[in-house]
């Protein structure tokens, strides 16, 4: 029964900021680490930022960072990522994903980003937000 339903992308200027939701039913976020990617066409998919369910500590991707603050509302059972400074560069396609493994929150203490999370797949995906930066 895990979902995971996004929104909060669209269309915005160079330097604007977007906050993009992603509503989980089905588990409680204390319990799944919750990733963000994005992958634009013709590119990788890249993990952008990723919260702990075991302790709530994030984790940016260096592209991201200081302009991407990633939170959780537990009451809402909703996580959020608050992008800043948006820059043509981060147009793309914005996935969340949870994944209640250990691995997952693991990883997430690693990196989302880092090469030994690379492979590793969350379990649940969103159908994804488009976010488009325009100059």
């Known amino acids: 029964e895990v979902q995971l339903v996004e929104s909060g992308g669209g269309l915005v200027q160079a330097g604007g900021s977007l906050r993009l939701s992603c509503a989980a039913s089905g588990f409680t976020l204390d319990e799944y680490a919750i990733g963000w990617f994005r992958q634009a066409p013709g590119k990788e998919r890249e993990g952008v930022s990723c919260i702990s369910g075991r302790d709530g500590s994030t984790y940016y991707a260096d592209s991201v960072k200081g302009r991407f603050t990633i939170s959780s509302d537990y009451a809402k059972n909703t996580v959020y990522l608050q992008i800043n400074s948006l820059k043509t560069d981060d147009t793309t396609v914005y996935y969340c994903?949870?994944?209640?493994?250990?691995?997952?929150?693991?990883?997430?203490?690693?990196?989302?980003?880092?090469?030994?999370?690379?492979?590793?797949?969350?379990?649940?995906w969103g159908q994804g937000t488009q976010v488009a930066v325009d100059s």
């Open positions: 994903a949870a994944d209640g493994r250990r691995r997952a929150d693991i990883l997430c203490h690693i990196g989302i980003d880092a090469r030994g999370a690379v492979g590793y797949e969350y379990e649940y």
